[in-house]
C-alpha cells in the first residue's frame, strides 16, 4: 500500500516513481533560487522547510513532525514521545568542526522527524551546514550507496565508519549543481520503513 499522498496514487512503485521526479524538481528550484542561503544551519527549522519545498506537492504532512513510531528492519528511530525534546538537544549540539557536524547529522537521522523523505531532506540540511560552516559539501557521487547505509545503520553505536566515508568525499565545489542533486538520489534512501505502536515500544 501507498502512502496517502495529494496525487491519488495506490501503488507504492507508482509513488516512488512520481516522488523521486517531483523531489528532484523541486530540489533544482532550491538550488538554482538560492533559497537556502536566507536560512540559519542547523535547525530544524531550516530542516522542515527544505522537506517541505521537496514534498509538499506529494504529501499533506510535508515539513510536520511524524505523527506515527517508525522502525527500519529492527532500528526503531526515536519514539514519538521523544521526537519533540530530541530535536531540541539536536539543536543545541555544536556545529564548528566537521566532526561536530557529522555527530549532529547522525543524530538527526537517528531522530527520523519526517514520515517520508528524511534522508533526502537531512542530506541536503548537513550540506547546508558543512557549507556554512567549513565552506565544504559532500561529493555524493564519491559515497558508495552500500558503504553509506550500512555505516548509517552503525552510526548511532559508532560514528566512525560514516565520518571516514563523507570526509573522503568532501569537496569546495560548493555551487555546483551536480554535486548538489546527487544527495537527493533516491537510492542512499531507506525503504521498508514498517510503523509501530507506542504499546510495542514496553
Known amino acids: 500500500m501507498a502512502l496517502d499522498n495529494k496525487l491519488g496514487i495506490n501503488d507504492s512503485a507508482e509513488l516512488a516513481r512520481e516522488e523521486e521526479r517531483i523531489s528532484k524538481i523541486r530540489a533544482i528550484e532550491l538550488f538554482e533560487t538560492n533559497f537556502l542561503s536566507s536560512l540559519k ?23 510536520k513532525l511524524r505523527t506515527v513510531n517508525i522502525a527500519k528492519g529492527n532500528f526503531r528511530f526515536a519514539p514519538l514521545m521523544y521526537l519533540g525534546e530530541a530535536i531540541k538537544n539536536i539543536e543545541k549540539m555544536p556545529q564548528s568542526t566537521f566532526d561536530e557536524i557529522v555527530e549532529k547529522y547522525v543524530e538527526m537521522n537517528v531522530a527520523h522527524p519526517f514520515r517520508e523523505g528524511n534522508g533526502r531532506a537531512t542530506r541536503i540540511w548537513l550540506d547546508h551546514i558543512l557549507k556554512s560552516e567549513l565552506g565544504m559539501v559532500v561529493d555524493w557521487s564519491l559515497v558508495d550507496k552500500e558503504d553509506y547505509l550500512l555505516a548509517m545503520e552503525r552510526s548511532p553505536i559508532k560514528d566512525i565508519e560514516i565520518k571516514h566515508l563523507l570526509k573522503n ?24 520503513y514498517t510503523t509501530f505502536r507506542a504499546e510495542d515500544l514496553k
Not at 44 to 58: A, N
Not at 176 to 185: C, S
Open 41 to 63: 544551519s542547523g535547525t530544524f527549522d531550516t530542516l522542515s522547510k527544505i522537506h517541505s519545498r521537496l514534498f509538499s506537492d506529494i504529501y499533506g504532512f510535508a515539513g
Open 169 to 192: 568525499a568532501l569537496t569546495d565545489k560548493v555551487n555546483d549543481r551536480q554535486v548538489f542533486m546527487k544527495g537527493i538520489d533516491t537510492s542512499y534512501h531507506y525503504e521498508g
